[in-house]
């Protein structure tokens, strides 16, 4: 089974609208922690937002948020005020907690385009 | 500076041919990732590094080996470069197991002909 899934190969938001990116993750381990990855066209991967699973209030990080919703095991991201800059690939990941190894899981992307 | 560096940036060669891509970081951290990034594939784990005496196969490890010759540095090595190895190469590191992130170098292109 998948660690992390995210279902939107591709996503479209207009500028200054708000876009939300599906993220699923499946996991045994009670401690776990979630990541929001930005990989621009350059390549380079960015850290955007994180969220442990002991944490109670849903992480945000300036226009970024996650949207945690544990029995779900759902970590969206939501951005708000799109801007053109924030054309890119995002990857959702789980780093699991000690039982199963502490590995990080990458989920396959989502391609974000903001239209003008 | 960068506080992950990976060498070389792109790299054409020859099927058959060895190949070696190295990493270096400045953080300080324990553990030492080497994943590879396919397109519609995301980033799968090859081989990680919790410290110079341990290292652990990824997801994909088979056609790769590694070094770890230093908390420092952590090596990828592609004995017999193949067609189907051409991809985006990243090395990470986290401090260690509460760690909140883990920090990406720039990653390396490689294309096997």
């Not at chain 1, 660690?3 to 381990?29: H, N, R, W």
């Not at chain 1, 990080?61 to 996650?66: A, C, D, I, M």
């Amino acid at each position: 089974a998948q660690k992390i899934t995210q279902t939107q190969p591709g996503m479209f938001v207009q500028e200054k609208e708000a876009v939300t990116l599906d993220c699923t993750y499946d996991t045994s381990d009670q401690s776990y922690g979630l990541f929001w990855y930005k990989q621009p066209s350059s390549g380079e991967m960015i850290f955007l937002i994180y969220q442990g699973s002991y944490d109670e209030q849903n992480a945000t990080e300036g226009r970024y948020s996650l949207n945690f919703q544990k029995a779900r095991k759902s970590a969206n991201l939501v951005i708000s005020a799109s801007q053109l800059g924030d054309s890119a690939m995002y990857f959702c990941a789980m780093r699991e907690g000690i039982v199963t190894g502490n590995q990080f899981y990458f989920g396959t992307g989502t391609s974000l385009t903001v239209i003008p | 500076d960068a506080d992950v560096t990976q060498t070389p940036r792109n790299r054409i060669t020859k099927t058959g041919k060895r190949i070696m891509l190295e990493c270096s970081q400045t953080k300080g951290h324990d553990r030492m990732y080497w994943y590879r990034q396919d397109p519609g594939l995301g980033l799968r784990l090859i081989y990680y590094s919790f410290d110079v005496k341990d290292i652990n196969k990824g997801e994909i490890s088979d056609g790769y080996s590694v070094s770890r010759q230093a908390q420092a540095k952590f090596s990828l090595s592609l004995e017999s470069a193949i067609p189907n190895q051409t991809a985006l190469y990243f090395c990470a590191t986290t401090p260690g197991q509460d760690s909140l992130e883990q920090y990406f170098g720039p990653g390396t292109r490689l294309t096997v002909t």
